[in-house]
């Protein structure tokens, strides 16, 4: 959940993204978000810390910038799913999730 939904704050679209931008990281990395915290620790995290999720080395830098903006804290800094969706039709022209597919 987005970090002001964790907060208990008003939730729309952006926080939609957030979630999105999770989902992506899980995509792009093959690991559980916030693997090791119980969900107590999460919503702290989160919610009131601003930790984020590391994107490692290996993930194709256009997709690290789309999951980085979409896992802003901040609501009205996060991109509108029209405008993921135009990054994600220019991702689709030959870019990988990974640079080095481990499998």
């Known amino acids: 959940m987005a970090p002001e939904v964790l907060r208990n704050e008003e939730a729309d679209g952006k926080s939609d993204v ?32 601003n930790q984020g999720l590391h994107i490692p080395n290996d993930v194709y830098p256009q997709w690290a910038s789309l999951i980085q903006r979409c896992l802003c804290s901040e609501p009205d800094s996060r991109p509108t799913f029209q405008e993921i969706l135009d990054d994600l039709k220019e991702l689709q022209k030959n870019i990988p999730l990974q640079l080095h597919n481990n499998h």
């Open 18 to 49: 957030y979630s999105y931008g999770v989902v992506l990281w899980e995509m792009t990395t093959e690991k559980i978000p916030w693997d090791g915290l119980t969900s107590i620790q999460v919503i702290e995290a989160v919610g009131f810390m």
